[in-house]
């Protein structure tokens, strides 16, 4: 594990466990922000199901969420695991100080490697960046979202900039919703139903940001909206994991490329695509203000 630290905050890496955030915590009142671990920290093997593993914490979804072939030739026989490449496997440390660390991976599935770096802007603010090369000979179509399981312990609020934006159910139930009505239900505030989970992608937004306003702090999330077009939103009110006693509440605040945790439910055009021997860059920032 790495700690990185500021005056604010502190942040557990994990290169070893598919490079995800472990817990952030800010420092004076000891508040931790993501679901603590669940199991002990294993890294998850690459043929490994993620499932079985500590699903605590913030990881990285790439090149896919939802398990399954990738959809275009040459790679189409090739299975994807379950939230991506990137929750399997360990991330190698290129760099590591006080407040950055640089890891590095190779794609075992598809032909790419990755940079990741996490680092602090600002005494309250992580920055999230990638760099991902395609080194095949054909396009490489992918879905990259954050994923960080946010302790909610009760009332919240979400706020997401625009209006009349795009509602989207997943996995689709076929029917137009608008922000942030969905079965009657104000998801902005309104917990679902105890034993439920719900995944939703909110688009339309009109700039590249959105909040999760909580009694204590507010957690405000910033992105390039052309690169992030999407922001999706899952609900788990004490439903998950599913095959044990844990369960746990929380809400996962999801910047992502695409509206769908699948590569191919959506037209081509929804999905970034990575030319031959080209390289993709985008970056998150997550800023954490306490309340008074």
């Not at 931790?32 to 605590?56: A, C, I, M, N």
């Not at 991506?84 to 640089?102: M, P």
């Not at 991976?105 to 990638?130: C, M, N, W």
């Not at 505030?189 to 992608?201: C, D, E, P, Y």
């Amino acid at each position: 594990m790495i700690r990185l630290a500021s005056s604010l905050l502190s942040v557990d890496v994990l290169p070893e466990v598919g490079g995800k955030i472990g817990q952030i915590t800010e420092m004076l009142s000891g508040t931790k922000f993501l679901v603590s671990p669940q199991k002990e920290y294993r890294t998850v093997p690459h043929d490994g199901d993620w499932l079985r593993h500590d699903t605590s914490g913030m990881d990285d979804c790439f090149p896919n969420v939802a398990a399954g072939l990738y959809p275009d030739e040459p790679w189409s026989t090739l299975h994807l695991p379950d939230l991506g490449e990137w929750t399997h496997g360990s991330w190698d440390v290129l760099n590591a100080g006080k407040r950055q660390v640089v890891m590095t991976q190779a794609g075992r599935v598809l032909p790419y490697s990755a940079i990741k770096t996490v680092q602090f802007i600002d005494e309250g603010t992580l920055e999230f960046s990638y760099r991902v090369r395609n080194r095949g000979q054909s396009p490489m179509r992918f879905l990259w979202s954050a994923h960080p399981l946010i302790s909610v312990e009760d009332v919240y609020k979400l706020e997401l900039p625009g209006e009349k934006l795009a509602l989207r159910s997943f996995p689709d139930d076929g029917f137009q919703h608008t922000w942030p009505i969905l079965e009657e239900m104000d998801l902005s505030r309104q917990w679902i139903m105890r034993g439920k989970s719900r995944k939703v992608f909110v688009t339309g937004l009109a700039d590249g940001w959105c909040s999760l306003w909580l009694p204590r702090h507010k957690l405000h999330f910033t992105f390039d909206l052309e690169v992030l077009p999407a922001v999706g939103l899952w609900f788990n009110h004490y439903a998950f994991p599913a095959w044990n006693d844990r369960q746990f509440r929380c809400i996962a605040v999801e910047p992502c490329t695409s509206p769908s945790d699948l590569l191919d439910e959506l037209d081509i055009s929804r999905y970034p695509r990575i030319p031959p021997q080209d390289t993709a860059v985008w970056s998150m920032r997550l800023s954490i203000e306490p309340l008074t």
